[in-house]
């Protein structure tokens, strides 16, 4: 692929949950260029957090490879900025050091650092907050402060596991718009699990849509964020993948054997 920086190849991880052995991802390929941004959508308990956790190098891969501008990156931490679903704000520090941990954690030259942030303040609309503690900002502004920290702790990547998910849907709708902004301004390469369609949909290059038991990637569907889809265009692609998940939803339950394991919680 042109100008790929990160790929992953024959990925396979497996769960022991009750004395069963359980596959969550199986002879999975997945691959990224620069400035792209891709959703990842699929059922419930696919593996869409624990394929995002390997490319973090927070957890290994039974099986396969993790290369990021062809090094080998596979259970390394550090390379990739990842941001979950609950911004992990420490409520004893202000929005600054917020922001500014990972920076320390690195042994980066703080002053550099604090020089940068103070330049994208206003881009994160957080120039009125610096000394604020987490209670004192809204969920929003909590996403905004951690999306900024996973920015100074990598650069290149940032992998955001539904990280709107708990907003309500005024600001949710608010802040995908501010993202898509974002993303364009920095050029940002961008792995976001999704569990909304429409959100896939307006900030996405490509949706790549999982199937379950195991998780694999099954297709690819690629946008062009610079020509927005009509609301009819945007309707027909989200029942198309709608339908598609809930084909996979359906075919995972009716393959379900007696005395199968559940998926845990842990993979979501």
């Known amino acids: ?25 199986d002879k999975l ?20 957090s624990t394929f995002l956790e390997l490319l973090a190098g927070i957890t290994k891969p039974d099986n396969g490879n993790i290369y990021l501008e062809g090094n080998e990156i596979t259970g390394k931490t550090g390379f990739l900025g990842y941001m979950p679903q609950d911004d992990l704000l420490f409520p004893w520090l202000t929005t600054m050091q917020n922001i500014l941990l990972p920076v320390k954690v690195q042994g980066k030259d703080e002053k550099e650092a604090k020089k940068k942030i103070i330049e994208l ?70 792995i976001l699990v999704t569990h909304d369609i429409d959100e896939a949909i307006m900030l996405s290059d490509r949706i790549d849509l999982m199937s379950i038991n195991p998780g694999t990637f099954m297709e690819s569907i690629y946008l062009d964020r610079n020509a927005p889809l009509s609301a009819e265009e945007q309707l027909k692609l989200k029942t198309k993948i709608r339908s598609k998940l809930v084909n996979e939803e359906e075919k995972s339950e009716n393959g379900k054997k007696i005395g199968e394991p559940e998926k845990s919680d842990k993979v979501i």
């Open 121 to 190: 303040l206003p881009l994160f609309g957080l120039m009125n907050y610096t000394d604020h503690l987490p209670y004192q900002l809204s969920g929003g502004l909590k996403q905004r402060v951690a999306l900024l920290r996973t920015y100074m702790s990598s650069a290149e990547i940032l992998l955001l596991d539904e990280p709107l998910a708990k907003l309500d849907a005024l600001t949710r709708s608010q802040l995908q718009t501010w993202l898509k902004d974002i993303v364009h301004l920095l050029n940002l390469t961008i």
């Open 29 to 48: 390929q997945f691959s990224i260029q620069e400035g792209q941004f891709v959703s990842i959508v699929g059922p419930s308990g696919c593996g869409k």
């Open 1 to 25: 692929m042109p100008n790929c920086i990160l790929e992953a190849k024959d990925i396979r991880k497996t769960f022991l949950f009750k004395g069963a052995l359980v596959v969550v991802l």
